[in-house]
Each structure stands twice: as structure tokens, then as C-alpha cells.
């Protein structure tokens, strides 16, 4: 029995379990919010909220103990450069999300990005001063209860797990932002629209059929 163990075990390791949810914790900050399953959105949400309190101190200890509780203090943004040889859907999608994430944290200088001739990042803001300067002034006038899930009512393809949206209060008119679609989705969509096609030309390939009789009795009359 697993008396006074608090927390969602998600099928895996300590290890495992502690780096997805930095991960994600990580990209939440940058995004403003992502979508995923049910599940890890309420494992999530309670690792965020600590880190966003430790943040509005805003002292050095503060953000030290935030330092450690993401792993690392890595870089933030690098999503919103535009590499070399992008997509207008890719380009697009970028500058939503650029937008989207200037918008909700009022971000003033946020060309912040530097790559070198090959694509490879070499300058960006770090994401826990992303998080003190931005993130927790949001929330200064509020003593918890910073993040919302919001059910989609979409199953993921491949397990048909519940999928949900975890986001900052004060994003309930921000748009969805989950990344691209992946192929099996976009192949799906494809299909459904190929299917709805048929049918609505089906019926116009059957009316000549039917009004040929009715073409054709004016003349045996005569």
C-alpha cells in the first residue's frame, strides 16, 4: 500500500517521471500552455504552482531552489526564431505562437534570438528569468491557483487517451496553441474530408439519370 505517497506514479521511473515533468514545466513558461493528457496535466499543475511561488520573492535563494527544482537553467525561445528553409505553414505557426506569448506576458523585448549561419541557437533569454520577470508578476496579487485544465473532449489517436489543455489563469481567450498536428492526425483529416467529398457529389451524378424519362415524354406524345 502506498500510504502517504502523494502523486501520479505515470507509468514510470523516478527518473523518467521528474525529467518529462521539467520538460514540460519548461514548456508551459514559454508557451503559456500545451495541451497533453489528463493525467499529466494534474501531476503537472501542482509542480508549476510551487515554482511560481518561489518566484514572486523574486531573491536570490528563490531562484536558486527554482534553478534546482527544473534541472538546469536553460534556454527559453528558441521555438521563436524562424530557421532556414521553413514552411510558410511552419513560418505561420511560429509567428502565432511569437505573438500569442509577447501578448499574454507583455514581453518587451522579446527579439531577444541569435542563431549562427547553421541554424544553431546562440543567444536567448533564460527561462528562469523568463519566469521571475514575466511569468510571476502576472500573479502577484493572487495567492495560488495559477494554472487551469481545461478538457478538449478529443481522444489522442494511438491509446484514445482524454486530451486537455493546462493553462495560465487569465488565458481563457488565448487561443490553442499544441504544436503540429501529427502525421496519422493530418492523414485522418484527409481521409474524413476525401469521404465528405464522395458524398456530396454522389447524389448530382444520379439526377440526369432521373430526368431523362421526363426528357423524353414530350416526344411520344407527339
Excluded at 505562437?97 to 546562440?122: A, C, H, K, T
Excluded at 481522444?155 to 503540429?180: S, T, Y
Aim: overall charge positive; some cysteine.
Amino acid at each position: 500500500m502506498r500510504h502517504r505517497k502523494a502523486g501520479f506514479k505515470l507509468g514510470r521511473t523516478t527518473a523518467h517521471r521528474q525529467a518529462m515533468l521539467r520538460n514540460m514545466a519548461a514548456s508551459l513558461f514559454e508557451h503559456g500552455q500545451i495541451t497533453t493528457t489528463i493525467p499529466k496535466a494534474k501531476a503537472l499543475q501542482p509542480f508549476v504552482e510551487k515554482i511560481i511561488t518561489k518566484a514572486k520573492r523574486g531573491d536570490l535563494h528563490s531562484r536558486r531552489l527554482v534553478i534546482s527544482m527544473l534541472g538546469q537553467d536553460r534556454r527559453a525561445f528558441a521555438w521563436a526564431h524562424i530557421p532556414k528553409g521553413a514552411t510558410e505553414e511552419q513560418r505561420e505557426s511560429i509567428e502565432e505562437q511569437r505573438e500569442f506569448v509577447e501578448g499574454f506576458f507583455d514581453i518587451p523585448d522579446s527579439d531577444q534570438i541569435e542563431r549562427n549561419r547553421y541554424g544553431e541557437l546562440r543567444k536567448a533569454p533564460r527561462i528562469v528569468k523568463h519566469i521571475f520577470d514575466n511569468v510571476a508578476p502576472r500573479f502577484e496579487d493572487r495567492a495560488g491557483g495559477y494554472t487551469r485544465i481545461v478538457k478538449l473532449g478529443q481522444h489522442r489517436l494511438g491509446d484514445a487517451a482524454q486530451l486537455c489543455v493546462i493553462q495560465f489563469v487569465g488565458n481563457e481567450e488565448g487561443p490553442e496553441i499544441g504544436g503540429q498536428p501529427s502525421t496519422r492526425r493530418r492523414t485522418a483529416d484527409r481521409r474524413t474530408a476525401f469521404a465528405a467529398k464522395l458524398r456530396k457529389d454522389a447524389p448530382k451524378a444520379e439526377a440526369p439519370a432521373a430526368e431523362a424519362p421526363e426528357a423524353d415524354a414530350p416526344e411520344a406524345e407527339s
